[in-house]
């Protein structure tokens, strides 16, 4: 009832952004102490960082990069999650009660995560393919070429306004954004800065040593 004129006619009449990016959860482990850990608790080669589909997933024991939500950041970063998914750990997690493969066909896909919990404002990051994600590291899945527009709509004020009236709470899943209007002028501008929002933010993150891009100390 506290909505305006404007964001009424916005959910009426404006495509959602669920109809072109497919918003979705991944995969719940059913023991993520045993399949998830922080990608610096493991020899390095044991990580595949280049795996583009699931039908490429390792026979022998293989960890990947995996979305798994995190602390605010916008554009790209929290990139510090690897979880076991080789065919001998998909065999021990099917065995779990609590074992979620959903949405295979969209691992390793490039696309624009977020965090299901927040205690603030949602932040969403694009960071590329070659990783899962599981059930708190949403994932969605737009075009190549409306990938980097959505992601700067989404990091915006516009969009957070509409979740204000989606999911008020400290939760926003893949039904929450899916619901948000897709707005937008200027989409070509804004894709640009977008995309050098993610290079700034890629290039800050890889200067921290929990990075596996991690070069060397700024200093």
Same mark, same amino acid.
């Not at 102490?33 to 595949?48: G, P, Q, S």
């Not at 205690?119 to 899962?132: D, P, T």
């Given at each position: 009832y506290w909505a305006t004129e404007a964001v009424n006619r916005a959910f009426r009449c404006m495509q959602k952004l669920g109809d072109i990016a497919s918003p979705s959860a991944g995969i719940t482990t059913g023991n993520?102490?045993?399949?998830?850990?922080?990608?610096?608790? $493991?020899?390095?080669?044991?990580?595949?960082?280049?795996?583009?589909d699931i039908g490429s997933v390792a026979s022998t024991a293989k960890w990947y990069p995996c979305n798994k939500g995190g602390q605010f950041r916008k554009w790209y970063g929290?990139?510090?999650?690897? @979880?076991?998914?080789?065919?001998?750990?998909?065999?021990? @997690?099917?065995?779990l009660s609590g074992y979620r493969p959903v949405n295979l066909g969209?691992?390793?896909?490039?696309?624009?995560?977020?965090?299901?919990?927040?205690?603030?404002?949602?932040?969403?990051?694009?960071?590329?393919?070659?990783?899962?994600?599981?059930?708190?590291?949403?994932?969605?899945?737009?075009?190549?070429d409306a990938r980097d527009y959505i992601c700067a709509f989404l990091n915006s004020s516009v969009a957070r306004l509409f979740l204000c009236f989606i999911a008020p709470t400290m939760h926003c899943n893949a039904g929450d954004v899916a619901?948000?209007?897709?707005?937008?002028?200027?989409?070509?501008?804004?894709?640009?800065?977008?995309?050098?929002?993610?290079?700034?933010?890629?290039?800050?993150?890889? $200067?921290?040593?929990?990075?596996?891009?991690?070069?060397r100390n700024p200093l």
């Open positions: 993520n102490e045993k399949y998830i850990c922080f990608w610096w608790e $493991l020899n390095y080669r044991a990580i595949d960082f280049n795996c583009s929290n990139r510090e999650n690897v @979880m076991r998914f080789d065919t001998v750990a998909q065999i021990e @997690m099917s065995g969209k691992q390793f896909l490039p696309s624009i995560t977020w965090s299901d919990i927040t205690s603030g404002g949602n932040s969403f990051r694009q960071n590329g393919g070659h990783n899962l994600y599981d059930h708190v590291g949403i994932s969605a899945f737009p075009p190549p619901k948000i209007p897709l707005t937008g002028v200027n989409c070509d501008l804004i894709a640009s800065a977008s995309k050098t929002c993610v290079s700034h933010s890629k290039n800050d993150w890889d $200067l921290q040593e929990i990075s596996w891009d991690f070069q």
